[in-house]
């Protein structure tokens, strides 16, 4: 089992930064791949970003490439979105996601673990 707790989400202005943590408790193996997805009201859940636990491969949505970046803390045990240049469609609820093995997958139904989300409101 893993527990996922995100933060950083709030209120930013068009053209801004926020940084989204989301820090991982429990059954944490290198073996491990983590995800940011995004769920704006009325629409699916949607990828963002993945990232392996062991070396740091990192894949990406073609909507957030060059303005989000994924990282990771092994050491805290923690993933970060960093997301410059917002823009007011990027407004949604945040959730961290985990699955257990190193493939880096978009697909929802892939990952098992779930954080409760956390809201990014960009204002124009």
């Known amino acids: 089992q893993v527990q996922l707790v995100e933060s950083g989400g709030g209120l930013v202005q068009a053209g801004g930064s926020l940084r989204l943590s989301c820090a991982a408790s429990?059954?944490?193996?290198?073996?491990?791949?983590m995800g940011w997805f995004r769920q704006a009201p009325g629409k699916e859940r949607e990828f963002i970003a993945a990232?392996?636990?062991?070396?740091?491969?990192?894949y990406y949505a073609d909507s957030v490439k060059g303005r989000f970046t994924i990282s990771r803390n092994n050491a805290l045990n923690t993933v970060y979105l960093q997301m410059n240049s917002l823009k007011p469609e990027d407004t949604a609820v945040y959730y961290c996601?985990?699955?257990?093995?190193?493939?880096?997958?978009?697909?929802?139904?892939?990952?098992?673990?779930w954080g409760q989300g956390t809201q990014v409101t960009v204002s124009s």
């Open positions: 990232i392996t636990r062991s070396i740091g491969a990192t």
């Open positions: 996601a985990a699955k257990y093995g190193v493939q880096l997958v978009a697909a929802v139904g892939d990952y098992g673990y």
């Open positions: 429990g059954r944490i193996f290198s073996t491990i791949a």
